[in-house]
């Protein structure tokens, strides 16, 4: 069965980082376009980051830009985001997604949860 799989997130101080990775297994993902979503408690499921398939093209929330970066190892199966300049108001559940234009499914992970202490 096709899963995602999130890690490393966890409790850090405001300015703090975190490394989110994004493991993949059951299937390649290798060509999928990958994301990073979040939802804090109260709120809808917003997105964070993205890569696509190649790893050529990415995008972030304006919420993020220039403190989250989104990556990917395809040889290793994985998606990473790095956080920088962590804030309070990024505290939320994290979710890695994968998806393909050309495919009806997508795939989510089971999420984690990151918090940021003023």
């Known amino acids: 069965q096709a899963q995602l799989i999130e890690s490393g997130g966890g409790l850090v101080q405001a300015g703090g980082s975190l490394k989110l990775s994004c493991t993949s297994s059951g299937r390649s993902f290798s060509t999928f376009d990958k994301h990073w979503f979040r939802q804090a408690p109260g709120r809808e499921r917003e997105f964070v980051a993205g890569?696509?398939?190649?790893?050529?093209?990415?995008s972030y929330a304006d919420s993020v830009k220039g403190r989250f970066t989104i990556s990917r190892d395809d040889f290793k199966m994985m998606a990473y985001l790095q956080m920088n300049n962590l804030k309070p108001e990024d505290t939320a559940v994290y979710y890695c997604?994968?998806?393909?234009?050309?495919?009806?499914?997508?795939?989510w992970g089971q999420g984690i949860q990151v918090t940021v202490s003023s």
């Open positions: 997604h994968a998806e393909r234009p050309d495919q009806v499914k997508d795939y």
């Open positions: 890569i696509d398939g190649f790893g050529r093209n990415v």
